[in-house]
């Protein structure tokens, strides 16, 4: 549906206190436009003072009657918003804001600053707003704790400071209010409630549905393939073949697997466990369920890419066949469209709905699926660039586990032998925190 | 997907004053429901008013400080409350509580009787609020006036008299408050403001995606199949073939058609398939038209998989046991390798939620089952019809909303001749009893 709704650029400004989730949001956001095919960037506005002003900053910084203090941190504001017009103008979709963004004189300086650069720009502003101090205390500690300002400090003395912070911002925060003529979202205590006024638009409703099933509970999810199919031997693709015998004892050993990790019967029975409508994956999936005692839900959307006139081929037969098809999509794997069948961004277009779907859950989710599926999958939580999305390594018996962290995710890979049932895991703990550091990394680079 | 949203019954209750729209949003929802594959039925509370205590009910009758006007009414809305439950502990899957329920005490009493009848069961609220006088007196000529309660009255009459028992309800009314603590939506001003709290499951969410693309905009929605293809000569099903020189012809004479129906409007959504003959017969609307149209694969033909190239009585001698199959029960039944007509309603839910949300007019051009699925959306067909719905080659179909139906007008197109045929089928105003939602 991409393409119908490109036609105008859209700035994304975040409002709230510090801790109130801005950073999370404008991610999950940033990454689910990127996955859908916009090109989208979050500019921190926090970054941006970091770099400048260095980063020790400590409470009395923000107290808004530091003149001069103030003086700098409205000049990075200033740099961070031009940076994401520039970005507009070049090529971008959507822009990002992150900022604290409390007073009513910098989002409407903001906002005329938007209106004025282009011609027809949608602004969207969302603001967080929380009163669960235990929230707030679990992002400090989650987020705030390693956050470059306080490397120096131990956690004790960064959380005084950081609650400090905190109040310096209480004392001149305005809330959005209705004559601002602003369009805008309040999520309150993590999605509660939400209340949307004047938002219109396919991608801004789109941000609306997508905000309200966010949640911040650190709920697991296992992606696997299933089991090695007749066709995987024959390396042909398509087609509906069977498990082999390999395969079934793959779906043994990973029945297992899920009988061991889910230690109780209530455990089980929350599960969401989906799979295609496939065979290969169907009879993997029903060996898994007969030893946990659950149902899967067979999804259609969940079946593998449809290579159309290609189906039952194999690579080399493609190639002698269809020379320039097997050109075309080496060079573009990403776009190209297997004729009468689908291409990868029709795959990611399919199964978007999926996408939500695990977003809003708070059960452990357990998919059984196919390689380009769980390519797509794999790729949107992971924050993978789209372009690598077919080159993706998701092999053969192996469970990938991703657990969803404060601004990555967690991911442990178990590779298991389908013959021996022998378990080798990988811990591949992605530390964005610590890329960052790096000296090539841009403090706009997300 | 549904079957994610079929864990649980739901019961979902209205709120709001007269003439804010609820019924409007009962039936859509009610409707989009349906289509989505959950036996869903709207109960309303008027109706029962009016069977009860009869159409004579004057303004006066909704004076809260009217007893026993109050305790008829309390009866009509738990015998409603009653039929709902029967409903969903029979067949039903949703609930749509379509009536004012604008006190605390209401639906306090509403939770509280359906806890305990039926502990199992998800409730979600619509408050529908409307503060733009305009609006609502639109509101009551466009559906008030033709209400049985107002037979034999003149229109200022009735306005007026309606206008007071709104009156009689604002002394009263409680716009929902957190406190009660509840799941709900309120739509402010025809969703100019939403207000979400408290929502729980995949059919809630979904629910307020849907809402938040509704509004009143009377747009027109054109759909037309594309032009006759090789295949449609040859009785095949499935491929991807080309127009035939007729099939050229009525995309040429679409063109013109829409060149005129539009006059000169180039603000407008056209979408269409990836298949050729779709391509091609959109081409050349959109030349003539001076538009662009947006392929999307989400409209493409149902798959036939395996059965793909053959003609219908190939299919019956190859696969004499699919086609049996098919033959029974058209709608769920999916072509090995191939899709089922609910599958194909699964993958153009999108575009249903497209054309809600578009306030300019929409023009798709597609495919027969592809069409089938869309226009049973827009018609308030039971679902097991679609597959047998009549969508013809070379015709197009018009569909403008109006106030709880679809005008509906079909244009026939002769490719040779270019001369069109107008059946007005606008007056079948679904002539469905106001019981009979």
């Not at chain 1, 005084?160 to 912070?165: A, T, W």
């Not at chain 1, 409703?205 to 099933?213: D, E, G, L, T």
């Not at chain 2, 409307?130 to 306005?159: F, H, M, W």
């Not at chain 2, 575009?351 to 798709?364: G, Q």
Request: with cysteine; glycine share 6%.
């Amino acid at each position: 549906m991409q393409q119908c709704n490109r036609s105008q650029k859209i700035a994304i400004c975040t409002v709230g206190l510090p801790a109130r989730g801005k950073t999370y949001i404008s991610r999950k956001l940033n990454r689910y436009f990127n996955w859908l095919g916009y090109k989208s960037r979050v500019f921190i506005n926090g970054n941006y003072r970091r770099e400048i002003c260095g980063t020790e900053c400590n409470s009395l910084f923000f107290d808004p009657h530091n003149e001069e203090a103030q003086k700098a941190r409205s000049d990075c504001a200033k740099m961070a918003l031009q940076d994401l017009i520039q970005f507009l103008k070049n090529g971008g979709d959507i822009g990002i804001l992150d900022g604290t963004n409390i007073t009513k004189e910098r989002r409407h300086q903001i906002e005329s600053d938007l209106k004025s650069s282009f011609n027809g720009i949608q602004t969207l502003w969302i603001e967080s707003i929380c009163n669960d101090s235990k929230v707030i205390q679990n992002n400090i500690r989650l987020t705030k704790i390693n956050n470059p300002d306080y490397c120096n400090m131990d956690s004790e003395q960064a959380t005084i400071d950081f609650l400090n912070r905190i109040k310096m911002y209480e004392q001149i925060y305005k809330t959005i209010t209705d004559d601002e003529d602003l369009s805008y979202i309040k999520t309150i205590n993590v999605g509660a409630d939400i209340i949307v006024h004047q938002v219109y638009g396919f991608l801004l409703s789109k941000v609306v549905s997508f905000i309200m099933n966010l949640h911040t509970y650190p709920r697991p999810i296992y992606l696997s393939r299933h089991g090695e199919s007749q066709y995987n031997v024959d390396d042909r693709v398509g087609g509906d073949s069977d498990l082999s015998e390999l395969g079934e004892m793959y779906a043994d050993k990973l029945a297992d697997f899920f009988n061991q990790e889910f230690s109780t019967k209530e455990i089980k029975n929350e599960i969401i466990f989906l799979t295609s409508t496939m065979r290969r994956a169907v009879h993997t999936s029903d060996v898994v369920a007969q030893k946990l005692e659950i149902q899967p839900l067979q999804l259609k959307t969940l079946d593998e890419i449809n290579v159309g006139i290609c189906d039952g081929m194999t690579y080399t037969e493609i190639a002698q066949k269809f020379p320039n098809d097997f050109q075309e999509r080496k060079i573009n794997k990403l776009g190209y469209r297997y004729p009468r069948g689908e291409s990868y961004l029709d795959l990611i277009s399919r199964i978007e709905p999926v996408i939500f779907e695990i977003e809003r859950s708070r059960q452990p989710v357990m998919i059984i699926a196919h390689q380009a599926i769980l390519r797509c999958l794999y790729a949107y939580f992971h924050q993978n660039e789209i372009p690598e999305v077919p080159t993706l390594d998701i092999p053969l018996h192996c469970v990938i586990k991703l657990t969803p962290a404060a601004y990555f995710c967690d991911e442990k890979r178990v590779l298991i032998n389908p013959q021996t049932g022998e378990i080798t895991i990988k811990e591949e703990y992605v530390q964005e925190f610590i890329r960052s550091k790096s000296k090539q990394k841009s403090f706009i680079d997300l | 997907m549904q079957e994610l949203g079929k864990q649980q019954k739901m019961v979902i209750g209205m709120v709001g004053l007269p003439a804010r729209g609820k019924t409007y949003i009962s039936r859509k929802i009610c409707r989009y429901l349906n289509w989505m594959g959950f036996k869903s039925k709207v109960f309303n509370i008027g109706n029962y008013r009016r069977q009860i205590c009869g159409t004579d009910c004057n303004s006066n009758f909704f004076d809260p400080g009217n007893k026993d006007a109050s305790k008829a009414r309390d009866e009509c809305a738990l015998l409603a409350l009653n039929d709902m439950i029967n409903y969903l502990r029979n067949e039903g899957d949703v609930s749509l509580y379509d009536g004012t329920n604008t006190t605390k005490q209401r639906r306090k009493l509403i939770m509280e009787t359906l806890q305990q009848k039926f502990s199992e069961v998800q409730v979600f609220w619509v408050e529908s609020i409307c503060n733009d006088e305009d609006v609502i007196l639109r509101n009551i000529q466009l559906t008030k006036l033709n209400n049985p309660d107002y037979i034999g009255k003149s229109s200022e009459e009735a306005t007026q008299d309606f206008q007071q028992r709104i009156e009689q309800y604002n002394k009263v009314y409680e716009p929902i408050d957190m406190d009660e603590n509840i799941s709900f939506i309120k739509i402010i001003d025809i969703g100019n403001d939403i207000m979400i709290y408290n929502i729980q499951g995949f059919l809630q969410s979904k629910l307020v995606s849907y809402l938040m693309n509704l509004h009143i905009y009377p747009r027109p929605i054109y759909l037309s199949r594309h032009g006759e293809s090789q295949y449609n000569v040859l009785h095949k099903v499935g491929g991807d073939s080309d127009l035939t020189q007729t099939g050229l012809m009525y995309a040429k004479q679409l063109g013109k058609y829409f060149v005129q129906e539009l006059e000169g409007n180039r603000n407008i959504k056209m979408f269409t398939s990836t298949m050729q003959r779709a391509l091609h017969t959109s081409n050349e609307v959109c030349e003539l038209l001076g538009v662009e149209y947006y392929s999307l694969k989400a409209l493409d033909e149902i798959n036939p998989g395996i059965c793909d190239g053959l003609t219908y009585q190939q299919i019956a001698d190859k696969f004499p046991q699919d086609y049996e199959e098919r033959k029974m029960n058209k709608l769920t039944y999916r072509y090995p390798r191939g899709e089922s007509y609910l599958d194909v309603i699964s993958r153009v839910e999108q575009i249903i939620f497209e054309i809600e949300r578009s306030r300019l007019p929409v023009i798709v051009i597609a495919h027969q089952a592809i069409l089938r699925c869309l226009y049973a959306y827009f018609h308030e067909h039971e679902v097991p019809e679609i597959p047998k719905l009549n969508i013809p080659l070379h015709q197009v179909i018009k569909l403008v909303p109006a106030a709880y139906y679809c005008k509906e007008t079909r244009i026939k197109i002769d490719p040779m001749t270019g001369n069109w045929e107008i059946q007005d089928e606008a007056t079948i105003k679904k002539v469905k009893s106001f019981l009979d939602l």
